[in-house]
């Protein structure tokens, strides 16, 4: 018979709360990202990459407001310097472009815009950064963007079919203008627009349109949250990603909770509930799951960034973008200013991180919980040198035991709950930390003494 210990209203066994923990302690330990300028004829060694299919992150730091709880590099559009980014963003990719012709068969199999707000480009903006892409790598696999809804049109979704561009992941958050206001998003107010805008797009461009909604909101309520879910099946998009709000201490919303300003977010106990029946009703509705927070119809591809950038090798550009080549993981410095002299000098300012096979390992198997489904042949063949193999295996041997995952390797609900609650602990441990301790500036970052 298990222990528990009361984790809000849900009962979380000390099992569970122990493995949750011991994994992500196990990666922040490892985590120490030293900050370094560069020289490119250094770079050679730095984005060597051991596999023939990669990705590639363009970080868009641009936002027209910025969000209380976002956690990532973003500063307040303004036109002089997204042109000042735009030139070294080019140039920064010739840079690396160039370095990747001399290495045989690299194809990339994804493209992705982040932010920030990547939407807020102009489709010209958007057609000279492809173009350098297109100019220096070999892009074999679909690109995507992230879009707020008020910066898309039809005619500017079309502009971007005919760029390439074949995903649309728009934020929308939530249907509902009270959470809107508390999450200060400029759409508070134009719930009812976004929503006439959504039809219209999907009804003239065939495009992939993937719809972010938040759930565990200060005050929401479970039939608000549904009701957003549904809303989003009635307008017929490919894709619905819906994910908890991650309070992180550093930022506004999670001040202004804690002083008592704005309502508290749902118990955990209220969260679950508002993820299993999310999951209900999509499945329901004919969509398949393709993460733990993300849910597809039809025979579409996935927008999925976090699972590529978890186990996978890629490049990212601009300022506050990671990257991960071979055993370095490194992220640029996020600072437009610091970025744009660095490259000027003709170098790199980065963050940079030396990992080892057992934490690529340990990513493999966070993936895969992530994915929902262990693939153990996969794990076993491609990290069979680790140490960390048999740890991973036990682990496997344990979830199945106690039924977090059934005779087929795939998650069941009870595993689904556990998966949630470490993904959200890694996220809000590992790469918002690094983010966060990063943009203070500092010159080493070791997640073991935070």
Same mark, same amino acid.
């Given at each position: 018979?298990?222990?528990?210990?009361?984790?809000?209203?849900?009962?979380?066994?000390?099992?569970?709360?122990?493995?949750?923990?011991?994994?992500?302690?196990?990666?922040?330990?490892?985590?120490?990202?030293?900050?370094?300028?560069?020289?490119?004829?250094?770079?050679?060694?730095?984005?060597?990459?051991?596999?023939?299919?990669?990705?590639?992150?363009?970080?868009?730091?641009?936002?027209?407001?910025?969000?209380?709880?976002?956690?990532?590099?973003?500063?307040?559009?303004?036109?002089?310097?997204?042109?000042?980014?735009?030139?070294?963003?080019?140039?920064?990719?010739?840079?690396?472009?160039?370095?990747?012709?001399?290495f045989d068969n690299v194809n990339v199999e994804w493209v992705y815009f982040g932010g920030g707000t990547p939407s807020?480009?102009?489709?010209?903006?958007?057609?000279?950064?492809?173009?350098?892409?297109?100019?220096?790598?070999?892009?074999?696999?679909?690109?995507?963007?992230?879009?707020?809804?008020?910066?898309?049109? @039809?005619? #500017?979704?079309? $502009?971007? &079919?005919? *760029?390439?561009? !074949?995903? +649309? %992941?728009?934020?929308?958050?939530?249907?509902?203008?009270?959470?809107?206001?508390?999450?200060?998003?400029?759409? @508070?107010? #134009?719930?009812? $627009?976004? &929503?006439? *805008?959504?039809? !219209?797009? +999907? %009804?003239?461009?065939?495009?992939?349109?993937?719809?972010?909604?938040?759930?565990?909101?200060?005050?929401?309520?479970?039939?608000?949250?549904?009701?957003?879910?549904?809303?989003?099946?009635?307008?017929?998009?490919?894709?619905?990603?819906?994910?908890?709000?991650?309070?992180?201490?550093?930022?506004?919303?999670?001040?202004?909770?804690?002083?008592?300003?704005?309502?508290?977010?749902?118990?955990?106990?209220?969260?679950?509930?508002?993820?299993?029946?999310?999951?209900?009703?999509?499945?329901?509705?004919?969509?398949?799951?393709?993460?733990?927070?993300?849910?597809?119809?039809?025979?579409?591809?996935?927008?999925?960034?976090?699972?590529?950038?978890?186990?996978?090798?890629?490049?990212?550009?601009?300022?506050?973008?990671?990257?991960?080549?071979?055993?370095?993981?490194?992220?640029?410095?996020?600072?437009?200013?610091?970025?744009?002299?660095?490259?000027?000098?003709?170098?790199?300012?980065?963050?940079?991180?030396?990992?080892?096979?057992?934490?690529?390992?340990?990513?493999?198997?966070?993936?895969?919980?992530?994915?929902?489904?262990?693939?153990?042949?996969?794990?076993?063949?491609?990290?069979?040198?680790?140490?960390?193999?048999?740890?991973?295996?036990?682990?496997?041997?344990?979830?199945?035991?106690?039924?977090?995952?059934?005779?087929?390797?795939?998650?069941?609900?009870?595993?689904?709950?556990?998966?949630h609650i470490f993904i959200k602990n890694f996220v809000k441990e590992v790469p918002t930390k690094v983010t966060l301790?990063?943009?203070?500036?500092?010159?080493?970052?070791?997640?073991?003494?935070?």
């Amino acid at each position: 018979m298990h222990l528990y210990i009361k984790l809000g209203a849900h009962m979380m066994t000390v099992l569970e709360r122990i493995m949750v923990n011991k994994i992500v302690s196990l990666v922040k330990k490892k985590v120490k990202f030293i900050l370094k300028d560069i020289n490119l004829d250094e770079i050679t060694d730095m984005y060597r990459v051991n596999s023939k299919a990669i990705g590639v992150y363009i970080h868009v730091p641009f936002c027209k407001s910025i969000c209380p709880f976002c956690p990532y590099y973003k500063v307040i559009y303004n036109k002089t310097v997204v042109e000042d980014w735009l030139k070294y963003l080019i140039n920064e990719i010739s840079i690396i472009g160039r370095l990747f012709s001399e290495f045989d068969n690299v194809n990339v199999e994804w493209v992705y815009f982040g932010g920030g707000t990547p939407s807020i480009l102009s489709p010209q903006e958007f057609r000279t950064i492809i173009e350098a892409l297109n100019a220096y790598f070999n892009i074999k696999g679909s690109i995507g963007i992230e879009a707020n809804p008020l910066d898309l049109s @039809a005619d #500017k979704v079309s $502009r971007l &079919l005919d *760029l390439g561009v !074949s995903k +649309i %992941s728009v934020g929308v958050q939530s249907f509902k203008d009270k959470y809107l206001s508390i999450l200060r998003r400029p759409e @508070a107010g #134009k719930s009812n $627009r976004i &929503l006439k *805008l959504l039809q !219209s797009i +999907i %009804s003239e461009v065939n495009i992939h349109i993937n719809i972010d909604l938040l759930f565990s909101i200060p005050s929401q309520e479970v039939i608000d949250f549904i009701n957003d879910v549904r809303t989003a099946i009635h307008i017929g998009v490919n894709q619905v990603t819906i994910y908890p709000l991650i309070l992180v201490e550093y930022l506004r919303l999670y001040k202004e909770i804690v002083g008592g300003y704005l309502p508290q977010q749902p118990s955990l106990s209220v969260e679950l509930e508002m993820l299993k029946k999310g999951k209900e009703l999509l499945e329901d509705q004919g969509y398949s799951m393709s993460t733990i927070w993300s849910w597809t119809r039809g025979d579409t591809d996935t927008y999925e960034t976090v699972s590529n950038e978890m186990e996978g090798e890629y490049l990212g550009f601009g300022p506050g973008a990671f990257s991960l080549t071979g055993l370095n993981e490194h992220m640029n410095i996020p600072s437009i200013k610091r970025w744009c002299n660095s490259l000027m000098k003709k170098k790199i300012l980065k963050y940079i991180n030396r990992l080892s096979k057992d934490m690529l390992l340990w990513r493999a198997f966070a993936n895969n919980l992530y994915i929902g489904k262990i693939n153990l042949n996969y794990l076993v063949t491609k990290y069979r040198e680790s140490k960390e193999i048999d740890k991973v295996l036990m682990i496997v041997k344990i979830l199945k035991i106690l039924k977090y995952i059934d005779n087929h390797d795939v998650l069941t609900w009870k595993g689904h709950k556990l998966t949630h609650i470490f993904i959200k602990n890694f996220v809000k441990e590992v790469p918002t930390k690094v983010t966060l301790q990063a943009m203070m500036q500092r010159n080493e970052i070791n997640l073991a003494k935070l």
